[in-house]
């Protein structure tokens, strides 16, 4: 299994994880979408909770700087 770097959020403190249902109401796309777009690499790739299990979750500054990125880009910004 590939280890890869967690960035922190801005404010240095740790990461929190958000299931699907949280990211559903935050981006306000349906649970089928999350993932269809999660496995298009188009929105964050969630994490597995315990190794082997199928319980997953999002990192959630992942997902808030997801939905910006969909602002910026629908409004023209860089």
């Known amino acids: 299994m590939e280890t890869l770097p967690l960035?922190?959020?801005d404010n240095g403190s740790n990461p929190t994880l958000i299931r699907c249902k949280e990211v559903c109401k935050r981006t306000g796309?349906?649970?089928s979408y999350v993932y269809q777009l999660s496995r298009e690499?188009?929105?964050?790739k969630p994490i597995a909770l315990v190794p082997g299990g199928?319980?997953?979750?999002?990192v959630?500054?992942?997902i808030e700087e997801y939905i910006t990125n969909q602002i910026n880009s629908s409004r023209g910004i860089q």
């Open 7 to 9: 960035n922190k959020p």
């Open 29 to 31: 796309l349906s649970r």
């Open 41 to 44: 690499g188009k929105l964050p």
């Open 54 to 58: 199928s319980s997953v979750a999002w």
């Open 60 to 62: 959630e500054h992942e």
